[in-house]
């Protein structure tokens, strides 16, 4: 294990490039290409993110995707995937993919779950036949999907349960030396994941175990799962500092753009969420003011574009109103447009982050964007 | 209106290039550019064509796209977008479009429909609202909706039906005369449409009443609407040789691509049909040798494209057992991925077309095309 360790270490090395504060710039080296941190990664649950080609999301300039190991699991099947070779291929993205273990999907969308101290029977969302994953398991399956970066297989528990999350975060560690021992290949960095709700000691004892485990990268999970965003951003102030310096730092399922700025002040470097295009199917614009309801009967006749200062390809080309007509009309095109812009909007926020820490005024920026979002 | 059918003579100029038997391969002009006949039109129903950005649109190389004048007028109304600059700015079509009169929906798609001699009331399938229209309120609409091809105001009848085809046909005649009436614009060409149901003698009166009015080019309506492909074929050797050979000639709504390798043969120069991209919400991928039903098992290992020979985006870099993922998922990039191959099917069978009837060849093709097509 210490030779795989010290492959991965050689592919997956993480550039520190500035440091601001607790805010960090950086450039994680992965086999299918660097990402410049911070990033967000938009989602593409089903190995497709929700109505954009990878040549829209090409223009977008993604660096990295993230898949959810969970559905890819129940369809079409990691052996599918693999046969079809791997991801990448798959869906058409030769630049860096994450996925996650499954762990989250399990504990939020199965109906029935019966957890042991091996793994988690579940049914299927899709014919309601019983599956389990392990750790081994979900090391397996996303060996098969092959990311460049996987996740270890954790119980992410309801946020104010002390005993449960004491339990769930006891068991995350467990799980995730065996994740650690199960994992072959050494083309995909594996991530560790701290746990602990929102008991500060918790995640004191989290992050530091987590962190003895050698993991070339670091999930913070179980956030933005129903707590407040102090108690998230408190949760944060405490975790990163323990968290090694020399390695990204993903906050997971994390994607407002008020959570962004406000992840990146206290060091996170990656997050995904799904935010963008979901909001975008349910006709909300995101913006660097707050969020705009384009089915607003306001817009009926405005022939401006959601943000006149945007550069994305539906700010260039599309007024409100014609946007409003498509999704009234529930026209596919609607939702394209808009998850093009919303995602334009986080990319571009973290690309403006980012020079803002190398510029060495990233808590001006930081200050100034939180004082004009509503 | 001797002076205004002038004036659109300057603009709507129709260069016929070659020809080769009834087959002709021309250059219509437009205020909003040339469109190399024959040629595909794909339908953008409600100002947006299915699933397609624009940006897809202009690197498959469309040239004409129709939209629905019925749709338009019901939601978002005519005046929305007149006042957002007209269609071509409304869409983001900067190239040539055309809409229909709305004719043909009221007759096909409203559940009450009343026909006098002025127009006609139906329900709005939006709201249920009793709405109306007439031959010069048509007209309006698609002055205000601005495409560059409008079409006049017809009446549609069921095919078989010879008292009601006859009737239906000589207020077509009236209307048309009307339509022509009521037209203000000059930077937008209003083709006549020849109906008769599949009775050979009321085609050859359609066709000899329409060519003398002086529209700048004829359409061919009530077709593919339940006849047999012979009897279409039928009607369209007796229709097009009384149609000016100056003049370009439109099949409405058909599309399948025996159809248009048929209609060529005959002198057709313009189609359109939601069938492409209809066909690819449905999971049927269209080729040159017929359909693919995506869905089938046994496409699930297939790590081919649709089409080894075609290059479109989606041959270019999606399997087939990625694509049917998508469609069983129910995920919108699938119905995306599947409409930019089966229009590009179509606007490359014309364009082979076309080269085919400059390079006389086109009826080898034809007979060689409809050998191989199943």
Redesign the interface.
């Known amino acids: 294990m210490a030779e795989q360790q010290s492959s991965e270490k050689d592919v997956f090395t993480f550039e520190l490039i500035a440091q601001e504060g607790n805010a960090r710039a950086g450039i994680f080296h992965t086999p299918h290409g660097d990402i410049e941190t911070p990033i967000f990664a938009p989602v593409g649950t089903?190995?497709?993110?929700?109505?954009?080609?990878?040549?829209e999301l090409e223009e977008l300039q993604a660096s990295l995707i993230l898949a959810n190991t969970y559905h890819l699991f129940l369809?079409?099947g990691e052996e599918?995937v693999n046969?079809?070779?791997g991801l990448h291929k798959?869906?058409?993205w030769p630049h860096p993919i994450l996925t996650d273990s499954g762990g989250f999907q399990v504990f939020s969308l199965s109906s029935m779950r019966k957890i042991d101290e091996n793994g988690v029977n579940f049914r299927s969302y899709i014919d309601g036949s019983i599956q389990r994953l392990t750790p081994e398991k979900s090391v397996e399956v996303q060996e098969k999907l092959g990311a460049d970066i996987i996740m270890a297989f954790d119980e992410c528990a309801a946020p104010y349960d002390r005993k449960y999350s004491t339990e769930a975060m006891e068991r995350t560690h467990r799980w995730a030396e065996r994740c650690l021992k199960a994992k072959k290949r050494k083309d995909q960095a594996l991530f560790g994941i701290v746990q602990g709700g929102i008991f500060p000691d918790l995640r004191v004892e989290s992050a530091r175990r987590i962190s003895e485990l050698g993991f070339p990268g670091h999930a913070i999970g179980g956030l933005s799962v129903g707590e407040t965003k102090e108690e998230m951003n408190t949760m944060l102030e405490i975790v990163t500092p323990i968290l090694p310096a020399n390695k990204p730092r993903y906050l997971m399922g994390v994607g407002s753009p008020e959570d962004l700025v406000n992840g990146i002040l206290r060091g996170i470097d990656i997050f995904d969420c799904v935010l963008p295009t979901r909001l975008a199917r349910h006709k909300a614009a995101m913006t660097f003011q707050g969020r705009i309801n384009l089915l607003n009967a306001v817009h009926?006749?405005n022939?401006h574009p959601i943000d006149e200062t945007c550069s994305c390809?539906t700010c260039k080309?599309?007024?409100r109103?014609?946007l409003r007509?498509?999704l009234?009309?529930k026209?596919?095109?609607?939702?394209?447009?808009v998850s093009i812009h919303n995602l334009h909007t986080l990319l571009e926020l973290v690309r403006r982050a980012r020079r803002a820490i190398i510029e060495q005024r990233y808590s001006d920026f930081a200050a100034e964007f939180l004082e004009n979002y509503h």
Do not use: C, D, Q, W
Not at 46 to 55: D, H, Q, R
Not at 331 to 337: I, K, N
């Open positions: 089903k190995a497709t993110v929700k109505g954009i080609t990878p040549a369809r079409p599918l046969e079809m070779g798959f869906m058409n009926t006749h022939s390809y080309n599309f007024s109103a014609y007509h498509l009234v009309a026209e596919m095109v609607g939702a394209t447009l």
